[in-house]
């Protein structure tokens, strides 16, 4: 291309791209995601969606004496029944603060969480009731870590500041039901470890995450301890038909376009 046809191919590109975007449509690009998020009342139908099939499930899958929610977890009746959820895009709703589009740091999530009103996930607050009422325990197995951040006191403070997060949607909860990463030794980011710990003492009935690692054990492409291989695209595919009796059916997931461990995967 001729040095005197560059700028106004580039300004005919410029041109169209500003027809573009003031126009209804979003530009295509990375941030496409966190403009559906954002934005999209499909995101808002689907989390509906999603929480009123459980809320229908529940009775269901409480009566059934067999049923356990957890892999490898016999269904034992004699313990009390319970759900595990996720909480960032699972129950809360981190969108406004990807929108800003300034890099996540756990610090930067701690100090968004002190000073903005946390979101619901649309359907989220309702179901955590209905569990409730029904007499299931309700546990968040959440992957904000258990560390020290600066400005604030102690070598956890984000479990305070989680229950009051999700104090401010309506859910009420407590340190015993939230269980962090690194909180304990061997609680690593792979969540199998804190599924199975609920599993000693409950039948879990139910799972709720936004990401496939919230059900499914090694499902990461930068493996955590006690996993030490790392996913794939195929391996986590051919996980879709090994747990293809619980999708919809004790096992719940939320769409999360803006991040998470299919980023990792090759
Ligand atoms: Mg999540």
Not at 90 to 110: A, D, H, K, N, W
Not at 128 to 155: I, L, Q, S
Request: hydrophobic share 40%; aromatic share 10%.
């Amino acid at each position: 291309m001729s040095a005197t046809r560059l700028p106004k191919m580039i300004a005919l590109i410029v041109s169209l791209s500003a027809c573009t975007t003031a126009a209804h449509k979003p530009e295509a690009g990375p941030d496409m995601a966190i403009l559906w998020a954002s934005n999209a009342a499909e995101y808002q139908a689907i989390s509906a969606q999603v929480y009123a099939q459980a809320t229908r499930d529940l009775p269901r899958l409480l009566a059934d004496q067999s049923w356990s929610a957890v892999p490898g977890y016999e269904a034992d009746t004699s313990r009390p029944p319970a759900v595990i959820l996720d909480v960032d895009e699972t129950v809360l709703s981190g969108v406004e603060m990807e929108s800003t589009m300034i890099p996540f740091t756990t610090q930067r999530q701690y100090e968004w969480g002190l000073s903005h009103t946390a979101i619901p996930i649309r359907g989220s607050v309702e179901f955590v009731d209905a569990a409730k009422r029904a007499g299931v325990e309700v546990f968040f197995v959440t992957n904000r870590p258990c560390m020290e951040y600066e400005g604030a006191e102690g070598n956890c403070p984000i479990e305070q500041g989680t229950i009051d997060d999700l104090l401010e949607v309506g859910i009420e909860t407590d340190a015993e039901h939230l269980l962090f990463a690194n909180e304990r030794e061997g609680w690593d980011r792979e969540k199998v470890v804190r599924r199975e710990y609920i599993s000693k003492t409950h039948r879990v009935i139910m799972l709720f995450g936004d990401d496939f690692a919230d059900f499914v054990a090694c499902a990461r492409g930068t493996p955590k301890l006690p996993c030490t291989k790392a996913a794939t695209r195929v391996s986590r595919a051919e996980a879709l038909d090994t747990y293809k009796n619980y999708w919809g059916n004790g096992w719940y997931i939320l769409p999360n376009p803006m991040y998470g461990s299919w980023t990792s995967v090759d």
